[in-house]
């Protein structure tokens, strides 16, 4: 009887197997959208491997935001989104820019595209890690799909307007390589899932939600740049600005540490006088 119960508390203890499909099967279709989009751009549909790495970035955040909300996240779920992150948003993109802009530059070209691959990959695997840590929910350094989204913004916004190729220009050199560098910085990106949709929000936040989806239906592949290009700069901009307030805030600090000092080498080295009230008394005696 005894051996029954410990055989039956050992099956309760061990993990169930099996998946979640729902989470599960969004991730994967994010995965087929980035292997979409590097067919894509070998055939030199630039195009659509731009809008196939965005269709991704929804079935990204959709597979996180329905895991948490039913509360299916698993380490299985966790591993397959990272894989599925560099498939779609590190190999895609990078294919795709050195396809479409990178080429000219020779090896200068492939080797930012292959920095742009290896960043992400760092940045997911740091990203792993940090999984589960108390503290900011603010991303450290830019998400890889939000790189991803920056860089199908300029093929997007590019075809928008012009046609064919573009001629050979600096910019998407240094582009490619400053979202990189982005990656693996410690500079702090926020996020969607800083948002808790399950509590109340004020009325101008339904507000702005309609707007930007009024914005997107009117004009969808300039309000896709235009919101990439603030995401990327806001960025720097908060970061810029909390630095400068880190530094002010230890200057005042140090300061008041050497006002402090200095006033407590004075009352040590001229003590202060007696009080009249002492006097008096010591008269009186």
């Known amino acids: 009887m005894v051996m029954e119960l410990k055989h039956k508390r050992s099956l309760e203890k061990q993990p169930k197997k099996g998946i979640y499909l729902l989470p599960n099967t969004l991730t994967l279709c994010g995965m087929f959208c980035g292997f979409f989009a590097i067919l894509s751009a070998i055939n030199g549909n630039f195009l659509y491997a731009a809008w196939a790495i965005v269709l991704a970035n929804v079935f990204d955040g959709l597979d996180g935001w329905i895991a948490r909300l039913t509360n299916t996240t698993t380490r299985f779920g966790i591993e397959l989104d990272s894989l599925s992150d560099v498939v779609a948003f590190g190999v895609a993109p990078s294919v795709m820019m050195y396809k ?6 020779g090896r200068v070209g492939w080797a930012a595209a292959f920095l742009f691959v290896a960043c992400g990959a760092l940045r997911l695997a740091r990203f792993n890690i940090q999984t589960g840590t108390p503290g900011s929910k603010a991303f450290k350094g830019m998400p890889i799909p939000g ?4 860089m199908s913004s300029i093929v997007i916004f590019y075809y928008d307007y012009w046609k064919g190729l573009p001629e050979k220009n600096v910019f998407f050199l240094v582009i490619t390589i ?24 004020p009325f101008w936040f339904l507000i702005v939600f309609v707007l930007i989806l009024f914005v997107l239906f009117v004009h969808p592949s300039t309000a896709i740049f235009i919101f990439a290009m603030v995401y990327l700069v806001w960025g720097i901009i908060e970061n810029i600005h909390l630095f400068i307030k880190r530094k002010r805030a230890k200057l005042l600090e140090k300061r008041q540490l050497i006002e402090g000092s200095q006033k407590h080498e004075e009352e ?9 009230g002492k006097d008096e008394s010591h008269q009186n005696i």
């Open 178 to 201: 400053l979202l990189s560098l982005l990656m693996v910085s410690t500079i702090r990106y926020h996020g969607l899932k800083e948002i808790d949709f399950r509590e109340k929000k």
């Open 100 to 105: 479409w802009a990178l080429m000219p530059f």
């Open 147 to 150: 790189a991803a989204t920056v």
């Open 268 to 276: 040590k080295h001229y003590p202060p006088e007696r009080t009249e």
